[in-house]
């Protein structure tokens, strides 16, 4: 079966750095995307990933690795309004996305 | 620019009743539109996709059906709701070829079924 894993919590403080991993096992893989959602609210694109590297858009970036089935999405000084859920989705052979459960992230002051 | 719109934000809807739910795009022409479900604390379900007028794919077997009568619009319904079709609704079009767009989501309908 295809498989999204994120962790499903994380805590942060305000100005701090945090990381958030998502491993995924997909029949083919044609792109791996982050969304933010803020809760009530829909999905915001954030970044979109196909070749092995890192992707760096102003205080986020996203890396991945294919050969590892793994990305993250890094957020660098912290803002109250980054309290939100990560969601991470992989695009796969038949290029339909598969959706992670999503990482709720807490930003402490 | 393209804009999606969906209708209503929110629903109370007794068992058995009947659903539809209306997204529409605009700025844009042919899109892909899809239909997910959440549920509290969980990821995106996809229910229903659409790559042009009267093609519809459906993921999951259930009592909701969708119909896409013209270009832009993209409607959800059912006959008969049950207690598990609660959930946040969202719709979402991608451009066409959508090897590498992303997609873009509708505001929402938040259902919940009594």
């Known amino acids: 079966g295809q498989n999204i894993d994120q962790p499903t919590e994380m805590t942060a403080t305000e100005g701090a750095i945090v990381q958030i991993n998502c491993t995924y096992q997909t029949s083919g893989f044609n792109g791996l995307f982050w969304y933010q959602q803020h809760a009530g609210e829909a999905p915001t694109f954030l970044s979109y990933?196909?070749l092995d590297g890192l992707e760096e858009k102003g205080r986020f970036s996203s890396f991945l690795s294919r050969s590892k089935g793994y990305s993250y999405l890094l957020l660098k000084e912290l803002q109250m309004k980054d309290s939100a859920s990560y969601l991470c989705a992989v695009r796969d052979s038949n290029y339909q996305l598969i959706w992670g459960a999503g990482t709720k992230l807490i930003i402490k002051p | 620019s393209q804009t999606i719109h969906q209708w209503p934000a929110t629903l109370v809807q007794p068992v058995g009743s009947p659903l539809s739910l209306e997204c529409t795009v605009e700025g844009t022409s042919n899109p892909n539109l899809y239909w997910y479900r959440q549920a509290a604390g969980r990821g995106l379900q996809l229910l229903f996709y659409?790559?042009?007028?009267?093609?519809i794919s459906s993921e999951v077997p259930q009592n909701l059906s969708a119909s896409r009568p013209q270009d832009r619009q993209f409607i959800l319904s059912s006959k008969k709701l049950l207690l598990s079709d609660s959930g946040f609704y969202l719709c979402?079009?991608?451009?066409?070829?959508?090897?590498?767009?992303?997609?873009?989501f509708g505001p929402g309908t938040r259902l919940t079924v009594t």
């Open positions: 979402a079009w991608s451009a066409i070829p959508d090897r590498a767009y992303e997609q873009y």
């Open positions: 990933n196909v």
């Open positions: 659409s790559v042009g007028i009267g093609q």
